[in-house]
Nanobody, 117 residues
Framework: QVQLVESGGGLVQPGGSLRLSCAAS????????MGWYRQAPGKQREMVAG???????VYRDSVKGRFTISRDNAKSSVSLQMNSLKPEDTAVYYC???????????WGQGTQVTVSS
């Protein structure tokens, strides 16, 4: 079983930046899709950004132009650079991996991001 561990969350003022990182307990294959989701209290979990093995990316409309997702297959990691943060970005952020070969998916434990003045 793959275990994912997120880091980099914290408290930041509106307009500030944070960089989230996610490391896997074992190698992630290049054909696996990696991404970030978030969930605020009382709300459904939503996709924030995803990246394929081809380097193709997709972003939620509300974060386009502000967030950037990247991956490093050699290090089995994925990161999310978040700029111009807004209070509505406040949520627990989860790392996610979808294995193409097996269809299995894995989730990290979550890291809290709070945007407040």
């Amino acid at each position: 079983q793959v275990q994912l561990v997120e880091s980099g969350g914290g408290l930041v003022q509106p307009g500030g930046s944070l960089r989230l990182s996610c490391a896997a307990s074992e190698s992630i294959f290049s054909d696996d899709t990696m991404g970030w989701y978030r969930q605020a209290p009382g709300k459904q979990r939503e996709m924030v950004a995803g990246i394929t093995s081809y380097g193709s990316t997709v972003y939620r409309d509300s974060v386009k132009g502000r967030f950037t997702i990247s991956r490093d297959n050699a290090k089995s990691s994925v990161s999310l650079q978040m700029n111009s943060l807004k209070p509505e970005d406040t949520a627990v952020y989860y790392c996610h991996v979808q294995q193409l070969l097996t269809g299995n998916e894995y989730w990290g434990q979550g890291t809290q991001v709070t945007v407040s003045s």
